[in-house]
Protein backbone atom coordinates (compact mmCIF):
# COMPACT_ATOMS: atom_id res chain seq x y z
CA UNK A 1 0.00 0.00 0.00
CA UNK A 2 1.20 3.39 -0.98
CA UNK A 3 0.99 7.00 1.23
CA UNK A 4 2.39 9.86 0.72
CA UNK A 5 3.43 11.51 2.99
CA UNK A 6 4.40 14.64 1.04
CA UNK A 7 0.82 15.09 0.63
CA UNK A 8 -0.57 14.72 4.36
CA UNK A 9 2.24 17.65 5.44
CA UNK A 10 2.29 21.47 4.20
CA UNK A 11 5.81 22.34 3.55
CA UNK A 12 5.12 24.50 7.05
CA UNK A 13 4.60 21.50 8.74
CA UNK A 14 7.31 19.24 7.05
CA UNK A 15 8.78 18.40 10.68
CA UNK A 16 6.01 18.65 13.35
CA UNK A 17 6.25 17.64 16.63
CA UNK A 18 3.09 17.37 19.04
CA UNK A 19 3.19 16.76 22.77
CA UNK A 20 0.57 15.58 25.09
CA UNK A 21 1.25 14.80 28.69
CA UNK A 22 -2.65 14.44 29.72
CA UNK A 23 -2.64 10.94 28.83
CA UNK A 24 -4.50 8.13 30.93
CA UNK A 25 -1.38 6.83 32.56
CA UNK A 26 0.99 10.38 32.22
CA UNK A 27 2.78 9.24 29.45
CA UNK A 28 4.28 11.17 26.65
CA UNK A 29 2.28 10.87 23.52
CA UNK A 30 4.27 12.53 20.89
CA UNK A 31 3.03 12.53 17.10
CA UNK A 32 5.22 13.03 14.22
CA UNK A 33 4.64 14.08 10.78
CA UNK A 34 7.48 14.75 8.53
CA UNK A 35 8.43 14.44 4.86
CA UNK A 36 11.94 13.81 3.83
CA UNK A 37 14.13 11.07 5.38
CA UNK A 38 16.33 12.88 7.19
CA UNK A 39 13.76 14.59 8.71
CA UNK A 40 11.93 11.02 9.33
CA UNK A 41 15.35 9.70 10.84
CA UNK A 42 15.60 13.20 13.24
CA UNK A 43 11.66 12.68 14.27
CA UNK A 44 12.81 8.75 15.66
CA UNK A 45 16.06 10.00 17.35
CA UNK A 46 13.54 12.47 18.75
CA UNK A 47 11.41 9.66 19.76
CA UNK A 48 13.35 7.75 21.27
CA UNK A 49 14.85 10.09 23.14
CA UNK A 50 11.54 11.00 24.48
CA UNK A 51 10.97 7.86 25.35
CA UNK A 52 13.94 6.96 26.83
CA UNK A 53 13.19 9.71 29.52
CA UNK A 54 9.64 8.60 29.85
CA UNK A 55 10.06 4.94 30.33
CA UNK A 56 12.87 6.24 32.91
CA UNK A 57 9.85 8.35 34.76
CA UNK A 58 7.59 5.01 34.19
CA UNK A 59 10.72 2.20 36.38
CA UNK A 60 10.33 5.10 38.86
CA UNK A 61 6.70 5.04 39.52
CA UNK A 62 6.84 1.25 38.97
CA UNK A 63 9.60 1.42 42.15
CA UNK A 64 7.45 3.34 44.56
CA UNK A 65 4.62 1.57 44.05
CA UNK A 66 6.03 -1.57 45.03
CA UNK A 67 7.93 0.09 47.54
CA UNK A 68 4.58 1.24 48.94
CA UNK A 69 3.00 -2.26 47.73
CA UNK A 70 0.76 -0.81 45.43
CA UNK A 71 1.79 -3.26 42.57
CA UNK A 72 -0.03 -6.76 42.40
CA UNK A 73 2.15 -9.37 41.05
CA UNK A 74 -1.35 -11.84 40.89
CA UNK A 75 -5.00 -11.18 39.37
CA UNK A 76 -7.25 -9.77 41.46
CA UNK A 77 -9.57 -12.53 43.68
CA UNK A 78 -12.34 -14.47 41.12
CA UNK A 79 -15.69 -12.77 41.66
CA UNK A 80 -18.22 -15.16 42.89
CA UNK A 81 -21.31 -16.12 40.89
CA UNK A 82 -24.26 -15.09 43.11
CA UNK A 83 -27.97 -14.03 42.16
CA UNK A 84 -26.89 -11.39 39.45
CA UNK A 85 -25.23 -14.55 37.15
CA UNK A 86 -28.40 -16.49 37.34
CA UNK A 87 -29.65 -17.17 33.06
CA UNK A 88 -32.27 -14.56 32.48
CA UNK A 89 -35.94 -14.83 32.07
CA UNK A 90 -37.54 -13.95 28.40
CA UNK A 91 -40.64 -12.55 30.45
CA UNK A 92 -38.09 -9.31 30.83
CA UNK A 93 -39.86 -5.86 29.04
CA UNK A 94 -38.54 -4.69 25.62
CA UNK A 95 -36.87 -8.47 25.47
CA UNK A 96 -36.47 -9.03 21.31
CA UNK A 97 -37.74 -12.99 21.98
CA UNK A 98 -37.37 -13.57 18.17
CA UNK A 99 -34.23 -12.31 17.70
CA UNK A 100 -32.91 -14.43 21.24
CA UNK A 101 -34.24 -17.53 20.18
CA UNK A 102 -32.25 -17.03 16.74
CA UNK A 103 -29.38 -16.36 18.28
CA UNK A 104 -28.85 -19.84 19.37
CA UNK A 105 -26.71 -21.70 16.72
CA UNK A 106 -28.34 -25.05 14.73
CA UNK A 107 -25.23 -26.84 16.40
CA UNK A 108 -25.04 -25.25 19.81
CA UNK A 109 -28.68 -26.18 21.12
CA UNK A 110 -29.68 -24.71 25.00
CA UNK A 111 -30.40 -27.17 27.64
CA UNK A 112 -30.29 -26.78 31.07
CA UNK A 113 -27.31 -28.79 32.14
CA UNK A 114 -25.19 -27.11 29.18
CA UNK A 115 -25.63 -23.75 30.26
CA UNK A 116 -25.09 -25.01 34.29
CA UNK A 117 -22.03 -26.58 33.10
CA UNK A 118 -20.99 -23.28 31.24
CA UNK A 119 -22.00 -21.43 34.19
CA UNK A 120 -19.47 -23.02 36.42
CA UNK A 121 -17.01 -22.77 33.99
CA UNK A 122 -17.44 -19.24 33.49
CA UNK A 123 -16.45 -18.66 37.27
CA UNK A 124 -13.58 -21.74 37.33
CA UNK A 125 -10.50 -20.35 37.68
CA UNK A 126 -9.00 -23.51 37.11
CA UNK A 127 -9.67 -22.58 33.14
CA UNK A 128 -6.10 -20.68 33.79
CA UNK A 129 -3.13 -21.39 33.84
CA UNK A 130 -2.25 -21.25 37.89
CA UNK A 131 -5.49 -21.14 38.95
CA UNK A 132 -6.26 -17.79 39.89
CA UNK A 133 -8.25 -16.27 37.20
CA UNK A 134 -11.49 -16.71 35.80
CA UNK A 135 -13.93 -15.10 32.77
CA UNK A 136 -15.41 -13.75 36.13
CA UNK A 137 -12.71 -12.07 37.22
CA UNK A 138 -13.39 -9.28 34.22
CA UNK A 139 -16.88 -9.63 33.55
CA UNK A 140 -17.94 -9.65 37.07
CA UNK A 141 -22.16 -10.00 37.18
CA UNK A 142 -21.66 -7.18 40.23
CA UNK A 143 -20.28 -5.42 37.70
CA UNK A 144 -22.59 -5.87 34.64
CA UNK A 145 -20.42 -8.41 33.64
CA UNK A 146 -17.37 -6.11 33.14
CA UNK A 147 -14.42 -5.01 35.55
CA UNK A 148 -14.50 -2.05 36.52
CA UNK A 149 -10.91 -0.81 35.47
CA UNK A 150 -9.41 0.79 32.33
CA UNK A 151 -7.66 -1.94 31.34
CA UNK A 152 -8.34 -5.62 32.29
CA UNK A 153 -5.83 -7.95 34.97
CA UNK A 154 -5.09 -11.16 33.92
CA UNK A 155 -2.71 -14.02 35.69
CA UNK A 156 0.35 -12.54 37.61
CA UNK A 157 -0.99 -9.42 37.42
CA UNK A 158 -0.57 -8.60 33.68
CA UNK A 159 -2.74 -5.72 32.32
CA UNK A 160 -4.11 -5.98 28.67
CA UNK A 161 -4.55 -2.69 26.65
CA UNK A 162 -8.26 -3.23 25.97
CA UNK A 163 -11.28 -2.63 28.35
CA UNK A 164 -13.24 -5.35 29.21
CA UNK A 165 -17.16 -5.03 27.78
CA UNK A 166 -20.20 -6.62 29.04
CA UNK A 167 -20.89 -10.23 28.38
CA UNK A 168 -24.64 -9.14 29.06
CA UNK A 169 -26.60 -8.83 25.56
CA UNK A 170 -23.32 -9.95 23.73
CA UNK A 171 -25.02 -12.96 22.32
CA UNK A 172 -26.74 -10.42 19.83
CA UNK A 173 -23.10 -9.09 18.38
CA UNK A 174 -22.84 -9.76 14.74
CA UNK A 175 -18.92 -9.76 15.67
CA UNK A 176 -17.13 -10.23 19.24
CA UNK A 177 -14.47 -7.87 20.54
CA UNK A 178 -13.65 -4.03 20.16
CA UNK A 179 -12.49 -5.19 16.47
CA UNK A 180 -15.03 -7.85 15.51
CA UNK A 181 -11.61 -10.42 15.32
CA UNK A 182 -14.29 -13.41 16.73
CA UNK A 183 -17.27 -13.84 15.02
CA UNK A 184 -19.41 -16.29 17.45
CA UNK A 185 -19.55 -16.34 20.70
CA UNK A 186 -17.91 -20.09 20.50
CA UNK A 187 -14.90 -18.33 19.17
CA UNK A 188 -14.78 -16.14 21.22
CA UNK A 189 -14.44 -17.62 24.28
CA UNK A 190 -11.14 -19.52 23.30
CA UNK A 191 -9.00 -16.46 22.98
CA UNK A 192 -8.48 -15.37 26.15
CA UNK A 193 -8.47 -19.08 27.45
CA UNK A 194 -5.02 -18.82 25.77
CA UNK A 195 -3.77 -15.24 25.78
CA UNK A 196 -0.88 -14.65 28.16
CA UNK A 197 -1.64 -12.08 29.91
CA UNK A 198 -5.46 -13.14 30.01
CA UNK A 199 -5.87 -17.20 31.65
CA UNK A 200 -2.18 -17.73 30.17
CA UNK A 201 -2.96 -21.53 29.06
CA UNK A 202 -0.48 -22.54 26.29
CA UNK A 203 -2.81 -24.12 24.66
CA UNK A 204 -6.37 -24.60 24.62
CA UNK A 205 -5.75 -28.20 24.85
CA UNK A 206 -3.98 -27.66 28.28
CA UNK A 207 -7.34 -26.49 29.35
CA UNK A 208 -9.20 -28.72 28.35
CA UNK A 209 -6.68 -31.34 30.22
CA UNK A 210 -6.66 -29.45 33.13
CA UNK A 211 -11.32 -29.38 33.24
CA UNK A 212 -11.34 -33.18 32.45
CA UNK A 213 -8.82 -33.65 35.01
CA UNK A 214 -11.92 -33.04 37.34
CA UNK A 215 -14.04 -35.63 37.67
CA UNK A 216 -17.08 -33.81 38.24
CA UNK A 217 -16.58 -32.43 34.83
CA UNK A 218 -15.30 -34.92 33.11
CA UNK A 219 -19.11 -36.22 33.79
CA UNK A 220 -20.87 -33.59 33.07
CA UNK A 221 -19.29 -33.49 29.60
CA UNK A 222 -19.79 -36.77 29.29
CA UNK A 223 -23.60 -36.86 30.12
CA UNK A 224 -24.09 -33.55 28.09
CA UNK A 225 -22.42 -34.25 25.12
CA UNK A 226 -21.84 -37.92 25.00
CA UNK A 227 -17.95 -37.94 25.03
CA UNK A 228 -14.79 -36.57 27.24
CA UNK A 229 -14.12 -33.37 27.33
CA UNK A 230 -12.73 -30.91 24.19
CA UNK A 231 -12.11 -27.94 22.91
CA UNK A 232 -15.13 -27.85 20.93
CA UNK A 233 -17.80 -28.68 23.69
CA UNK A 234 -15.67 -26.51 26.03
CA UNK A 235 -16.75 -23.29 24.10
CA UNK A 236 -19.60 -24.70 23.32
CA UNK A 237 -20.69 -25.01 26.92
CA UNK A 238 -19.27 -21.22 27.75
CA UNK A 239 -20.94 -19.74 24.99
CA UNK A 240 -24.66 -21.43 25.94
CA UNK A 241 -24.51 -20.31 29.47
CA UNK A 242 -23.40 -16.57 28.05
CA UNK A 243 -26.63 -16.65 25.88
CA UNK A 244 -28.80 -16.45 28.77
CA UNK A 245 -27.21 -13.22 29.82
CA UNK A 246 -29.95 -10.85 28.08
CA UNK A 247 -30.80 -7.76 30.08
CA UNK A 248 -33.50 -5.67 29.75
CA UNK A 249 -36.31 -4.66 31.69
CA UNK A 250 -34.93 -0.72 32.32
CA UNK A 251 -37.20 2.29 32.78
CA UNK A 252 -36.25 3.11 28.93
CA UNK A 253 -38.02 -0.49 28.48
CA UNK A 254 -41.13 0.72 30.26
CA UNK A 255 -41.01 3.75 28.77
CA UNK A 256 -41.61 2.38 25.46
CA UNK A 257 -43.64 0.09 26.63
CA UNK A 258 -46.37 2.76 27.02
CA UNK A 259 -45.62 3.74 31.27
CA UNK A 260 -44.63 7.12 30.28
CA UNK A 261 -43.86 8.29 33.79
CA UNK A 262 -41.27 5.10 34.04
CA UNK A 263 -38.69 8.32 32.98
CA UNK A 264 -38.11 12.10 33.53
CA UNK A 265 -38.55 14.75 31.45
CA UNK A 266 -35.08 15.21 31.05
CA UNK A 267 -34.20 11.75 30.27
CA UNK A 268 -36.99 11.98 27.55
CA UNK A 269 -35.33 15.12 26.03
CA UNK A 270 -32.26 12.67 26.13
CA UNK A 271 -33.62 10.48 24.23
CA UNK A 272 -34.77 13.35 21.40
CA UNK A 273 -31.60 14.54 21.49
CA UNK A 274 -29.74 11.14 20.93
CA UNK A 275 -31.58 10.57 17.85
CA UNK A 276 -31.79 14.17 16.33
CA UNK A 277 -29.02 17.11 17.22
CA UNK A 278 -26.83 14.87 18.95
CA UNK A 279 -26.37 11.81 16.28
CA UNK A 280 -26.18 9.30 18.62
CA UNK A 281 -28.47 6.97 16.23
CA UNK A 282 -26.18 8.09 13.57
CA UNK A 283 -23.82 4.93 14.76
CA UNK A 284 -25.84 3.68 18.27
CA UNK A 285 -29.00 2.67 16.02
CA UNK A 286 -29.54 -0.60 13.68
CA UNK A 287 -31.08 2.20 10.99
CA UNK A 288 -30.66 5.54 11.15
CA UNK A 289 -33.82 6.29 9.95
CA UNK A 290 -35.32 4.30 12.40
CA UNK A 291 -35.38 5.06 15.76
CA UNK A 292 -33.81 1.46 17.27
CA UNK A 293 -35.35 1.15 21.12
CA UNK A 294 -33.47 -2.18 21.16
CA UNK A 295 -29.68 -3.01 20.65
CA UNK A 296 -28.16 0.77 20.36
CA UNK A 297 -25.57 -0.37 17.93
CA UNK A 298 -24.96 -0.41 14.15
CA UNK A 299 -23.10 -3.62 14.63
CA UNK A 300 -20.20 -1.83 12.61
CA UNK A 301 -16.86 -0.11 13.03
CA UNK A 302 -16.21 3.43 13.54
CA UNK A 303 -13.24 5.64 14.11
CA UNK A 304 -14.20 8.82 16.66
CA UNK A 305 -10.87 9.69 17.82
CA UNK A 306 -9.93 7.38 20.97
CA UNK A 307 -6.41 7.08 21.77
CA UNK A 308 -5.71 8.18 18.20
CA UNK A 309 -3.40 11.31 19.59
CA UNK A 310 -1.69 9.53 21.58
CA UNK A 311 -0.55 6.90 19.42
CA UNK A 312 1.74 7.69 16.17
CA UNK A 313 -0.97 5.13 14.08
CA UNK A 314 1.20 5.41 10.86
CA UNK A 315 3.92 4.16 12.15
CA UNK A 316 2.08 1.46 13.85
CA UNK A 317 0.20 0.28 11.00
CA UNK A 318 3.14 -0.29 9.42
CA UNK A 319 4.49 -2.35 11.73
CA UNK A 320 1.36 -4.37 11.62
CA UNK A 321 1.16 -4.50 7.84
CA UNK A 322 5.07 -6.23 8.47
CA UNK A 323 4.13 -8.40 11.53
CA UNK A 324 0.59 -9.47 11.89
CA UNK A 325 -1.21 -12.52 10.19
CA UNK A 326 -4.77 -11.13 9.90
CA UNK A 327 -5.55 -14.81 8.96
CA UNK A 328 -4.45 -16.04 12.82
CA UNK A 329 -7.28 -14.92 15.13
CA UNK A 330 -4.28 -15.77 17.80
CA UNK A 331 -1.75 -13.70 16.49
CA UNK A 332 -4.54 -10.43 16.16
CA UNK A 333 -5.44 -11.50 19.63
CA UNK A 334 -2.26 -10.95 20.94
CA UNK A 335 -1.67 -8.29 19.09
CA UNK A 336 -4.73 -6.37 20.23
CA UNK A 337 -4.79 -7.38 24.28
CA UNK A 338 -0.30 -6.95 24.62
CA UNK A 339 1.07 -4.55 22.07
CA UNK A 340 0.73 -1.06 21.08
CA UNK A 341 -0.61 -1.87 17.74
CA UNK A 342 -4.26 -2.47 19.99
CA UNK A 343 -5.05 1.14 18.82
CA UNK A 344 -5.05 0.19 15.08
CA UNK A 345 -8.76 -1.16 16.33
CA UNK A 346 -10.71 -2.99 12.88
CA UNK A 347 -7.31 -2.59 10.34
CA UNK A 348 -5.59 -5.21 12.57
CA UNK A 349 -8.09 -7.67 11.05
CA UNK A 350 -8.96 -6.29 7.41
CA UNK A 351 -5.44 -4.01 6.94
CA UNK A 352 -8.00 -1.57 5.27
CA UNK A 353 -6.91 2.33 5.58
CA UNK A 354 -9.96 3.11 6.40
CA UNK A 355 -10.19 1.33 9.28
CA UNK A 356 -7.35 2.29 11.25
CA UNK A 357 -8.25 2.67 14.71
CA UNK A 358 -11.95 2.18 14.70
CA UNK A 359 -13.81 0.20 16.89
CA UNK A 360 -17.18 -1.67 17.15
CA UNK A 361 -20.09 0.47 18.52
CA UNK A 362 -21.37 -1.15 21.64
CA UNK A 363 -24.31 -1.87 22.56
CA UNK A 364 -25.46 1.58 25.38
CA UNK A 365 -27.45 -0.62 27.70
CA UNK A 366 -26.32 -0.60 31.15
CA UNK A 367 -23.55 1.46 30.05
CA UNK A 368 -24.05 3.46 33.77
CA UNK A 369 -22.31 0.40 35.78
CA UNK A 370 -19.70 -0.81 32.94
CA UNK A 371 -17.73 2.67 33.65
CA UNK A 372 -14.69 3.73 32.69
CA UNK A 373 -15.61 3.89 28.92
CA UNK A 374 -14.40 3.33 25.51
CA UNK A 375 -11.73 0.53 23.95
CA UNK A 376 -9.61 1.43 26.14
CA UNK A 377 -11.34 2.64 29.38
CA UNK A 378 -9.72 6.32 28.68
CA UNK A 379 -13.20 8.33 30.25
CA UNK A 380 -14.37 8.05 33.64
CA UNK A 381 -18.08 9.43 33.51
CA UNK A 382 -20.55 9.83 31.02
CA UNK A 383 -20.14 13.25 30.63
CA UNK A 384 -16.36 12.79 29.65
CA UNK A 385 -17.79 11.11 26.87
CA UNK A 386 -20.28 13.83 25.86
CA UNK A 387 -17.63 15.98 26.34
CA UNK A 388 -15.71 14.08 23.76
CA UNK A 389 -17.85 13.64 21.41
CA UNK A 390 -19.75 17.66 21.56
CA UNK A 391 -16.19 18.78 20.57
CA UNK A 392 -16.35 16.23 18.15
CA UNK A 393 -12.91 15.27 18.82
CA UNK A 394 -9.79 13.81 16.65
CA UNK A 395 -9.41 16.56 14.67
CA UNK A 396 -6.02 15.81 13.60
CA UNK A 397 -6.97 12.40 13.01
CA UNK A 398 -7.40 11.31 9.35
CA UNK A 399 -9.46 8.29 10.00
CA UNK A 400 -12.27 10.19 11.72
CA UNK A 401 -15.65 9.09 10.65
CA UNK A 402 -17.07 11.28 8.79
CA UNK A 403 -20.20 11.38 11.54
CA UNK A 404 -17.92 12.60 13.86
CA UNK A 405 -18.14 16.54 14.29
CA UNK A 406 -18.79 19.45 16.67
CA UNK A 407 -22.10 19.13 18.05
CA UNK A 408 -23.05 22.30 20.21
CA UNK A 409 -24.75 21.08 22.87
CA UNK A 410 -25.32 22.83 25.90
CA UNK A 411 -24.57 21.78 29.38
CA UNK A 412 -28.34 20.93 30.07
CA UNK A 413 -28.62 19.29 26.24
CA UNK A 414 -25.76 17.46 28.02
CA UNK A 415 -27.36 16.27 31.52
CA UNK A 416 -30.49 15.14 29.32
CA UNK A 417 -28.25 12.69 27.22
CA UNK A 418 -27.22 11.40 30.80
CA UNK A 419 -30.10 11.24 32.20
CA UNK A 420 -31.30 9.39 29.16
CA UNK A 421 -28.09 7.07 29.22
CA UNK A 422 -29.29 6.14 32.85
CA UNK A 423 -32.41 4.83 31.90
CA UNK A 424 -30.98 2.04 29.87
CA UNK A 425 -29.89 0.24 33.44
CA UNK A 426 -31.60 -3.10 33.75
CA UNK A 427 -33.97 -3.45 36.87
CA UNK A 428 -31.12 -5.69 38.46
CA UNK A 429 -28.89 -3.03 37.91
CA UNK A 430 -31.38 0.17 39.59
CA UNK A 431 -28.95 0.15 43.25
CA UNK A 432 -25.48 0.07 41.82
CA UNK A 433 -26.97 2.61 38.67
CA UNK A 434 -27.99 5.12 40.70
CA UNK A 435 -24.99 4.96 43.30
CA UNK A 436 -23.10 5.34 40.20
CA UNK A 437 -25.16 8.24 38.73
CA UNK A 438 -24.17 10.34 41.67
CA UNK A 439 -20.89 9.30 42.01
CA UNK A 440 -20.12 10.22 38.32
CA UNK A 441 -22.35 13.35 38.69
CA UNK A 442 -19.90 14.77 41.50
CA UNK A 443 -16.53 13.98 39.43
CA UNK A 444 -17.99 15.63 36.47
CA UNK A 445 -19.14 18.82 38.96
CA UNK A 446 -15.33 19.35 39.68
CA UNK A 447 -13.44 17.65 37.01
CA UNK A 448 -14.48 18.07 33.28
CA UNK A 449 -11.12 17.07 31.57
CA UNK A 450 -12.76 16.59 28.02
CA UNK A 451 -15.11 19.67 27.87
CA UNK A 452 -13.75 22.37 25.33
CA UNK A 453 -16.47 24.55 24.79
CA UNK A 454 -15.19 26.81 22.22
CA UNK A 455 -14.90 23.63 19.76
CA UNK A 456 -18.34 22.09 20.37
CA UNK A 457 -19.52 25.37 19.11
CA UNK A 458 -17.23 25.98 16.82
CA UNK A 459 -16.86 24.83 13.12
CA UNK A 460 -15.90 21.42 11.76
CA UNK A 461 -12.56 21.24 11.79
CA UNK A 462 -10.95 20.44 8.37
CA UNK A 463 -9.73 16.77 8.38
CA UNK A 464 -5.82 16.25 7.49
CA UNK A 465 -6.54 13.71 3.80
CA UNK A 466 -5.64 10.09 5.04
CA UNK A 467 -1.80 9.30 3.86
CA UNK A 468 0.48 6.64 5.22
CA UNK A 469 3.62 5.32 3.62
CA UNK A 470 5.07 2.04 4.69
CA UNK A 471 7.60 1.23 2.21
CA UNK A 472 9.67 4.58 1.37
CA UNK A 473 11.69 2.77 -0.93
CA UNK A 474 8.88 2.20 -3.53
CA UNK A 475 8.50 4.82 -6.14
CA UNK A 476 6.23 7.88 -5.43
CA UNK A 477 2.47 7.44 -6.23
CA UNK A 478 1.20 9.64 -9.15
CA UNK A 479 -1.04 12.60 -8.14
CA UNK A 480 -4.07 11.85 -9.36
C1 LIG B 1 -8.08 -10.81 31.94
C2 LIG B 1 -9.41 -10.34 31.68
C3 LIG B 1 -10.36 -11.17 30.88
C4 LIG B 1 -10.64 -12.51 31.02
C5 LIG B 1 -10.02 -13.49 31.98
C6 LIG B 1 -11.69 -12.80 30.08
N1 LIG B 1 -12.03 -11.68 29.40
FE1 LIG B 1 -13.52 -11.49 28.06
N2 LIG B 1 -12.82 -9.72 27.54
C7 LIG B 1 -11.82 -9.03 28.18
C8 LIG B 1 -11.46 -7.87 27.40
C9 LIG B 1 -10.40 -6.85 27.76
C10 LIG B 1 -12.24 -7.91 26.24
C11 LIG B 1 -12.17 -6.95 25.06
C12 LIG B 1 -10.94 -7.33 24.26
C13 LIG B 1 -10.93 -6.79 22.87
O1 LIG B 1 -11.97 -6.41 22.37
O2 LIG B 1 -9.86 -6.80 22.26
C14 LIG B 1 -13.11 -9.07 26.37
C15 LIG B 1 -14.12 -9.42 25.46
C16 LIG B 1 -15.04 -10.42 25.68
C17 LIG B 1 -16.25 -10.63 24.92
C18 LIG B 1 -16.72 -9.79 23.74
C19 LIG B 1 -17.85 -8.88 24.11
C20 LIG B 1 -18.16 -7.86 23.05
O3 LIG B 1 -19.10 -7.08 23.23
O4 LIG B 1 -17.48 -7.80 22.02
C21 LIG B 1 -16.87 -11.73 25.44
C22 LIG B 1 -18.17 -12.34 25.00
C23 LIG B 1 -16.02 -12.22 26.52
N3 LIG B 1 -14.94 -11.38 26.66
C24 LIG B 1 -16.23 -13.38 27.25
C25 LIG B 1 -15.23 -13.98 28.01
C26 LIG B 1 -15.23 -15.37 28.42
C27 LIG B 1 -16.28 -16.38 28.09
C28 LIG B 1 -14.09 -15.55 29.16
C29 LIG B 1 -13.57 -16.82 29.77
C30 LIG B 1 -13.34 -17.92 28.88
C31 LIG B 1 -13.40 -14.27 29.20
N4 LIG B 1 -14.11 -13.36 28.48
C32 LIG B 1 -12.24 -14.06 29.90
C33 LIG B 1 -11.24 -9.38 29.36
C34 LIG B 1 -11.23 -10.68 29.83
C1 LIG C 1 -19.61 7.79 14.32
C2 LIG C 1 -20.26 6.78 15.13
C3 LIG C 1 -20.70 7.13 16.52
C4 LIG C 1 -21.45 8.21 16.94
C5 LIG C 1 -21.98 9.35 16.11
C6 LIG C 1 -21.62 8.04 18.36
N1 LIG C 1 -21.00 6.90 18.79
FE1 LIG C 1 -20.81 6.29 20.70
N2 LIG C 1 -19.48 4.87 20.13
C7 LIG C 1 -19.15 4.58 18.82
C8 LIG C 1 -18.03 3.68 18.81
C9 LIG C 1 -17.37 3.11 17.58
C10 LIG C 1 -17.68 3.45 20.15
C11 LIG C 1 -16.48 2.64 20.65
C12 LIG C 1 -15.26 3.49 20.35
C13 LIG C 1 -13.97 3.11 21.04
O1 LIG C 1 -14.00 2.59 22.15
O2 LIG C 1 -12.91 3.38 20.44
C14 LIG C 1 -18.63 4.22 20.95
C15 LIG C 1 -18.66 4.22 22.34
C16 LIG C 1 -19.61 4.87 23.10
C17 LIG C 1 -19.74 4.78 24.52
C18 LIG C 1 -18.85 3.94 25.45
C19 LIG C 1 -19.51 2.64 25.75
C20 LIG C 1 -18.62 1.70 26.51
O3 LIG C 1 -19.14 0.64 26.88
O4 LIG C 1 -17.44 1.96 26.73
C21 LIG C 1 -20.81 5.54 24.89
C22 LIG C 1 -21.36 5.73 26.29
C23 LIG C 1 -21.32 6.14 23.69
N3 LIG C 1 -20.58 5.71 22.63
C24 LIG C 1 -22.42 6.99 23.63
C25 LIG C 1 -22.68 7.79 22.53
C26 LIG C 1 -23.57 8.94 22.56
C27 LIG C 1 -24.36 9.37 23.77
C28 LIG C 1 -23.52 9.50 21.32
C29 LIG C 1 -24.18 10.77 20.85
C30 LIG C 1 -23.78 11.96 21.56
C31 LIG C 1 -22.63 8.69 20.51
N4 LIG C 1 -22.15 7.66 21.28
C32 LIG C 1 -22.33 8.92 19.18
C33 LIG C 1 -19.73 5.12 17.71
C34 LIG C 1 -20.43 6.32 17.70
Not at 341 to 348: A, E, K, P, T, Y
Request: charged share 25%; net charge positive; proline share 7%.
Amino acid sequence: MKINLARRCPPSARFGIAINTKGRNENAYVVVHCRTRIARLLAVLVILAFSCKFRAQQLTVLKDMSATGETAPHAPPIPPAGPLADPKSLKQVGVPVEATRAAVPGDNPQTSAKIALGEKLFFDGRLSLDGTVACSTCHDPARAFTDGRPVSIGIKGRAGQRNSPTVLNALYNKAQFWDGRAKTLEEQASLPIVNPSEMGQPSLDAAVAKIAAVAEYEKAFRSIFGRPPNRADLVRAIASYERTQFSFDSPFDHFMAGDKNAISDSAKRGWELFNTKARCNKCHALAEKKRDPTYFTDNDFHNIGIGIIRHNVVTLACKAEAEINSANTFDVDRAAIQSDMSVLGRFLITKKEADIASFKTPDLRNVLVTAPYFHDGSQATLWDVMDHYNKGDGIKNPWLDEDMQPLALSESEIDDVVAFLATLTSAQYQTQGSKELSRQRELSRTNRPQRDTSRAFGPKPVQPRPSRDCAVTQPEKKPQ
